[in-house]
Every structure is written in C-alpha cells, then in structure tokens.
C-alpha cells in the first residue's frame, strides 16, 4: 500500500525471441497487471501509465476488480493505524524457456510500502526490473527499485552471461555491482538459453522456485541455501 492506502501496481514482459515488450505502471482496479503488460507486448510495445493503463486493459477486455479488493484486512488495519508497518515483498518475477529455446520474463509489483502515490521503481523498467533475449538469458529482479535503477540490473546480469559465465556467477555478479556501487537491496532470478538456472540477493532472504522437465514437482527455497520439496 502506498502512502495513501492505496494499491497501484507495475508489470512487464518481455519476448527474447523479438525483444518485444509491454509496460504498465500506477495503475489501480486491475486484477493482474502482468497479463496487461502481456497484452501490450503482443499487440505494440509501448509503456502506459496510470488512466492510460487502465483504459488499456477495460477495452481488451482483461479483469478489472475493485481498487479495495487488492488490500487485504490485514494490510488496510495496519495502514489506518498507522502501525509500524512491515516492508513486505511486494514483487513477483518469472523467467521461463520453452523446448524452442524462447526465452521469456515478467516481473509485477505493487512497489515499496508506503511509497509516495505516483511513485514507481523499477520493476516495469526493460533492463533495470527484467530483461529476456534468446541469444543470452532471461532475468528478473526484485528489491529497492531506486538502487536497481541506476546499475540497470537485469541488463547488468545478462550482459555477464554473455560471457559464458554460469548463471549463478552472473547474478551474484549483478548483486555485487550494485553492492559496491549505491546502497540497497536486491535480489534477481537468471536463466541462460541451456536451461541453466541462478539467482542471488544481497537481503535477508528471497524465495525461489524451480520446475524443469526432469523434476516430477517444483524445487522450493526460502533462502538460497535451503530447499524443501512442495506437499
Ligand atoms: N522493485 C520494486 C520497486 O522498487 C519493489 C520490490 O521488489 O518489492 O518498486
């Protein structure tokens, strides 16, 4: 929730067969913003924000919901009372490679608690929240949008896989960028075009999951060194 208790979300996609790309950012009422940007792609990469966004997804006829319906009792009770409230992940991020070798990535946020109305990071932002390219990789990323930003760190990690480095290597090598050059936290998924999977994150933790066409269910983790199979 932002300072106004309300939810404005952000997404993209991207294609890395075409670089194609989609973008929406502040908007409110829309039941899943990432299938906006979705949308978007396919039809003319372009960046709508607020009303625009909005407008885009009533005339395609993509699920609008109530504003109020996206803030939970929790939340909104945490909110009026002006509780010290929690910096709750806020982001969800994907990466995928399909058996043509079609790499793909969305990232969707509903930004930084209590951030400024109108405020929005880096998770919409081609290069910086996410990028995908059939020739290197995919990435996504999630953690303070303001220090993500100014070391374009989805780009920052699949540029180092062009260097054949694991993609492991590449996105501890990203988080160390930008651990030495501005202050903050982050974290990023990474896939390469074999299929090879990596991620890292200078917080306290970051949940990821796995599923790939030899697990027989998705490898879970709560924190990078530990994984627990799903029930
Ligand atoms: N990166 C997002 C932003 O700055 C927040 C998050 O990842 O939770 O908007």
Not at 194 to 200: L, M, N, T, V, Y
Request: hydrophobic share 40%; glycine share 10%; aromatic share 4%.
């Amino acid at each position: 929730m932002n300072s106004e208790g309300e939810v404005e979300d952000d997404a993209a996609m991207m294609d890395g067969a075409t670089l194609a790309w989609g973008a929406i950012a502040a908007v409110q009422g829309v039941r899943h913003p990432i299938s906006v940007a979705r949308k978007i792609m396919e039809d003319k990469p372009r960046f709508l924000v607020a009303e625009s966004g909005e407008r885009f997804a009533l005339e395609h006829g993509l699920e609008m919901c109530d504003k109020d319906e996206l803030v939970s009792e929790e939340q909104y009770q945490e909110w009026k009372e002006e509780a010290n409230v929690l910096d709750r992940p806020n982001t969800v991020g994907c990466v995928a490679l399909d058996s043509s070798g079609n790499l793909a990535a969305g990232t969707s946020t509903g930004g930084t608690t209590g951030q400024s109305q109108g405020r929005v990071g880096d998770s919409a932002l081609v290069g910086s929240g996410l990028y995908a390219d059939n020739q290197l990789g995919a990435c996504s990323t999630t953690g303070d949008g303001e220090s993500i930003i100014p070391v374009v760190l989805a780009k920052t990690a699949i540029d180092a896989l062009a260097e054949e480095t694991h993609p492991d290597q590449a996105a501890q090598h990203a988080i160390n960028t930008l651990k030495a050059r501005v202050k903050g936290e982050a974290g990023c998924i990474l896939l390469d075009r074999q299929g090879r999977i990596g991620w890292a994150y200078n917080s306290d933790n970051m949940a990821v999951a796995y599923m790939t066409e030899a697990l027989q269910q998705p490898a879970v983790f709560t924190e990078k060194e530990q994984s627990f199979a799903i029930a």
